[in-house]
Structure formats: C-alpha cells, structure tokens
C-alpha cells in the first residue's frame, strides 16, 4: 500500500513523523532525512529547492501518495515547486498548519515563534501569521542552542530548563506578553514539557508537529487516499550517517531504531 512520504534536512523531522504515526496508526510512512547536506537554513533558496526536489523524486519512487515537508526551510521556499513537479501528489508543508493553528490559539494576537536562525531571518512564520491576520502582532527569536540540545536528548534536564529561561524571560515575563507560543522548528517539541512549565498554563504552546499531523489527515481525507487496513509499514533513510541518525532518532520517536533499520540513499 502506498504511503505517506516525509522528507527533511535531517532528523527534527521525525517528530512530525511520531505526530503523524500517533495521528494515522493505519498509515504506511517513509521517511528521508538529508543529512549530508543540513542544515538547509544556511543554504540559498535555489539550492534548498533543488535538494527538495531531489529529496521527492526518492521519496517518489518508494511509491507515496502525499508528501510532508517536515522541514521549515524547504516549507518556506519549495513547496510552489514540488506542487508543480508532482501534481497528483498532494504536498504540505509545517509552516502554514503551525501558522493556522498559532492565530486559531491566541486570544489576543500577540504571537511568540522561536525557531532557527534560517526560519527567524526568513520570517517565514511571521509572514504566514500575518497572511491569516494582519493585525497580528509577531515576536520572533533565533533559539539555536535547542537544535543541538535536542539532538544530545538534553531535554528534560536541569540544563534544557536554564536554556529556556534565558531564551524565553525576555518574551513571556514583561508587560503585554504574548499569549501564544509558536515552536517553529522540528526539533523543538520534544522541548515542550520543560516550556509549558516555564510559561505556565497562561501561555498556549503549538507546535508544527501536531498540527501538521492533523493536516495531513484533513489532506487525505479530501482526496479520499487514507489507509483502513493495516499493517502499516514504516522505512528511513538518509543521505549520510545511518548510525548517528538511529542514535539520535530515539529522542524523536521514544523508542530505540537499529542502524540496520535505516537505509543509506544517495540523491
């Protein structure tokens, strides 16, 4: 049965693979990660299209019926031209769910997104909020450090706690705070029990995870491809370091993947 296709520069992605896999039980997901050319944040626009492009067309040939470009760069830029180059693929991107579901949240439209230096340069986020309401007012914060946090499975400890005190103090403890949080980067939910803590229950938290997740329910549903009988499969492959990446990966999906279980692919 065909599956759901999930790309990204590397692994941050699997935590819209984990939403989605708890979302959609019954779907087959493949997922690549390309990991010899992250971070995509640092890369022109043209070459993070082409590598998208690249990323699809493997993707592609393991049979998928829709597309998630788990990656907030390649979401900002390259999504006009998969759409273009595979028509009868429906694609989505994390950034417009995330947006969505940030301005459906927020009382007051005073919106806080953190992310990486690429996506906070980019404004990709600010610009998508601000399509659905102009009025809405955005802050937005480069919290780099998070990334590579998550990436050691520092998440939950005393040092993750200091790293969101000193990036969020200044966003969420003065006067006229923002009454949402957008965390517009793949790596970051696995942060959000130590930041729902920091904010408190005043602040809403959302993230490009869950809420892809119930876009891409909503895309199937409307073009009537969902899977009702099962067994789902699930496969990953990247474009470098098979071993670090099932190391790692352990931190997105709460269980451990064998090295052997992640295929080595070239673009």
Not at 46 to 72: F, G, H, M
Request: aromatic share 6%; with cysteine.
């Amino acid at each position: 049965m065909a599956a759901i296709g999930i790309f990204d520069s590397g692994v941050g992605g699997l935590s819209v693979f984990q939403a989605i896999r708890h979302q959609l039980p019954s779907e087959s997901l493949v997922y690549l990660g390309d990991s010899a050319r992250v971070p995509y944040g640092t890369k022109s626009a043209q070459s993070v299209r082409r590598y998208a492009l690249q990323a699809t067309k493997k993707l592609v040939e393991r049979d998928i019926k829709a597309l998630v470009v788990a990656c907030n760069t390649a979401s900002a830029v390259a999504l006009p031209a998969l759409q273009e180059a595979y028509p009868n693929i429906p694609v989505i991107g994390v950034i417009e769910p995330g947006a969505q579901a940030a301005v459906g949240a927020s009382k007051n439209q005073h919106i806080a997104v953190i992310g990486t230096e690429g996506t906070i340069n980019g404004k990709a986020y600010e610009h998508a909020i601000q399509a659905l309401n102009q009025s809405a007012q955005v802050d937005a914060l480069a919290t780099q450090m998070l990334v590579s946090m998550a990436e050691e499975g520092w998440t939950q400890n005393k040092l993750a706690q200091l790293a969101v005190d000193e990036y969020l103090r200044g966003l969420f403890f003065v006067e006229n705070a923002p009454d949402t949080l957008m965390l517009g980067c793949t790596h970051f939910p696995v942060f959000r029990p130590v930041i729902e803590a920091f904010v408190g229950p005043t602040v809403t938290v959302v993230d490009s995870a869950s809420t892809t997740a119930i876009a891409i329910e909503a895309l199937l549903a409307k073009h009537q491809l969902f899977e009702r009988h099962g067994p789902a499969r699930e496969h990953f492959m990247v474009t470098d370091g098979p071993e670090r990446f099932a190391r790692v990966a352990r931190v997105f999906l709460d269980e451990p993947i064998a090295p052997t279980q992640v295929e080595l692919v070239d673009l």
